[in-house]
């Protein structure tokens, strides 16, 4: 027999398994003897209270023998002889758009500009120890996309627990662990998903797809207002009549391109400030209310959301034991970044700490589609010039930021290229830069503590999501103009993270095939 119920325990009881079993035991009123397996279906932390407490679903199997439910791979089909569509771009939105289409009997061609998974990890070296930023090649660009040396966090604000839960449910197939499924706020880790990723790869491979690094899209044809085909930077043609077109928040190019042909896009707002590091330890005591936190607690993460002169400025992207990033895409420019390892093991805490940014924020927005990109690499290009044009990045100590005053001497930070001690009013529009300072102080009345001197303000948080929208017909997902053109994942401001993007390819595919089954 099997009972599922709610129950409340200590973190020490929940990551004992003989403590644990015996906390059923008692609450369910069943012998321990009689318990045969405990399988947890869901976890939460709830830090609420001054005693910490573990919230579990569970199912207990009472005399009955548990068998492992292991996930499968749904069965994919060769289509190496099938329709090819075009899919632009190797991140989440794009690779899971390519696995949907082998599933509908379509054969997808992926076009990536950066490189495969493994060898782009030389260029990140380049990047954070010799300053060199590669175009096609960089925390942003290559196999797996924008999050593929994160934190891989997988929660979603998505409505639909199902779409999220399929997301899962494939990556644990392809290798990521089960316990994504239980967590309230599952995440994989740096370390864990470029293995994921490059077994995604040899899937639609081995299905008869086609996976192309080093190839950067520069041109789309369209005929008659209808897709064609691509070219490539390397000269190359590659003609279909279905493109999938997940490039990602920040290929400025791709928007300049579709800018340049009349394809109509359109400014949109996003988030944009610093991103803030603290001592994990200072993270946990202020969280967890106590001193240590002990071997049974992860390293607590925070979120916070304030009004401030009312403008939304919050937390976004928190990393805890994690490390900053430098996630430039261009020379010229500097941009910040978090991830962490599967452990969160590192002995720092970061987060972006963002200010909501309108369209009237945006110089000339009414009639130039380009005007948020354009405020954006601006503060990125600014932030560069200060900090000493390199990949360091200008940064304040937390309290000298609030109060406007250049710190003397910065500690060292996770931050590889390194930091430059630079006032950061020099680097923002005056109206961000007061919203930060008062936001602040704000945040450390619902944290109270983090508002402290050992804390490292990093500039600029600013790829937090597109800066432009592809605007797409809301039933087929085509370009409201272009058919056949499939605005697709974050680059075209239909997600926000790796599995809303995992989720929005997928439907982009689904619409795909259905046009072309019509
Ligand atoms: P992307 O992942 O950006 O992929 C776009 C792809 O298109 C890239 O591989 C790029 O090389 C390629 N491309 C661009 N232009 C061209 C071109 N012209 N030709 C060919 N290819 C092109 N999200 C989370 O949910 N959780 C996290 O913990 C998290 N942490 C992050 C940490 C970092 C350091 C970064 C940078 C991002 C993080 N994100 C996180 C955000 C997340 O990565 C993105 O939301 C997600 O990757 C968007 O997916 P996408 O497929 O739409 O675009």
Redesign the pocket.
């Known amino acids: 027999m099997r009972y599922q119920f709610q129950l409340q325990v200590s973190p020490e009881q929940a990551a004992v398994k003989e403590k644990l079993w015996k906390a059923v035991s008692k609450k369910a009123d069943i012998p321990l003897s009689e318990i045969s397996h405990i399988e947890i279906l869901k976890r939460s932390i709830d830090a609420r209270q001054k005693t910490i407490k573990v919230n579990l679903k569970l199912e207990v199997y009472v005399n009955e023998a548990f068998q492992e439910n292991k996930i499968e791979i749904s069965d994919y089909q060769d289509v190496s002889d099938k329709e090819e569509v075009i899919i632009?771009?190797?991140?989440?939105?794009?690779?899971f758009a390519a696995l949907k289409c082998i599933e509908s009997g379509l054969k997808p061609v992926i076009?990536?500009?950066?490189k495969d998974v493994r060898t782009r990890r030389r260029d990140l070296k380049a990047l954070n120890i010799q300053h060199i930023v590669n175009e096609?090649?960089n925390?942003?660009?290559?196999?797996?996309?924008?999050?593929?040396?994160?934190?891989?966090?997988?929660?979603?604000r998505s409505k639909k627990r199902g779409d999220v839960d399929r997301i899962l449910k494939l990556l644990v197939a392809f290798g990521a662990t089960p316990e994504i499924m239980v967590e309230a706020h599952p995440?994989i880790g740096t370390n864990k998903l470029p293995a994921i990723i490059a077994d995604i790869r040899e899937k639609i491979i081995s299905c008869g797809g086609d996976v192309l690094f080093n190839?950067?899209?520069?041109d789309i044809i369209i005929i008659d207002n209808e897709v064609a085909g691509i070219k490539?930077?390397k000269g190359e043609t590659i003609k279909a009549r279905k493109l999938i077109l997940?490039?990602?928040?920040?290929?400025r190019?791709?928007f300049e391109?579709l800018h340049s042909k009349n394809i109509k896009i359109e400014a949109k707002p996003f988030a944009l400030g610093v991103r803030v590091e603290h001592p994990q330890e200072l993270i946990d005591k202020i969280q967890y209310k106590c001193e240590t936190r002990g071997d049974y607690l992860p390293p607590s993460p925070y979120s916070i959301v304030k009004q401030i002169n009312g403008r939304g400025m919050y937390s976004f992207?928190m990393?805890p034991g994690g490390i900053i990033?430098p996630?430039a895409t261009a020379p010229g420019e500097v941009v910040t970044?978090?991830?962490s390892p599967s452990k969160r093991d590192q002995p720092t805490a970061n987060s972006g700490i963002v200010v909501e940014l309108r369209l009237s924020d945006f110089p000339g927005s009414q009639v130039n589609p380009l005007a948020a990109m354009e405020f954006q690499k601006q503060i990125e290009q600014k932030s560069w010039a200060e900090a000493g044009k390199t990949q360091r990045v200008p940064a304040q100590r937390l309290v000298d930021f609030t109060n406007g005053k250049l710190s003397q001497n910065l500690p060292v930070t996770s931050y590889k290229p390194g930091v430059t001690s630079v006032e950061l009013e020099s680097v923002f529009p005056n109206f961000i830069h007061k919203t930060l300072q008062a936001g602040f102080k704000e945040f450390d009345k619902s944290m109270r503590g983090f508002l402290t001197n050992e804390a490292i303000v990093h500039a600029p948080e600013s790829?937090t999501?597109s800066p432009v929208r592809i605007p797409r017909d809301p039933y087929t997902f085509e370009h409201v103009q272009i058919k056949g053109l499939y605005p697709?994942?974050?680059?075209?401001g239909y997600?926000?993270?790796?599995?809303?993007?995992?989720i929005?390819?997928e439907k982009c595919a689904e619409k795909c095939a259905k046009s072309i089954k019509a």
């Open positions: 632009v771009g190797a991140g989440p939105a794009g690779l076009v990536e500009r950066g096609d090649s925390y942003c660009f290559g196999e797996g996309g924008a999050g593929t040396y994160s934190d891989g966090k997988l929660y979603t995440h190839t950067r899209l520069t490539t930077l997940a490039t990602g928040h920040s290929a190019d791709i391109l992207c990393c990033a996630c970044n978090g991830w790829r999501s697709c994942g974050e680059g075209a997600a926000g993270g790796i599995v809303s993007a995992a929005d390819g």
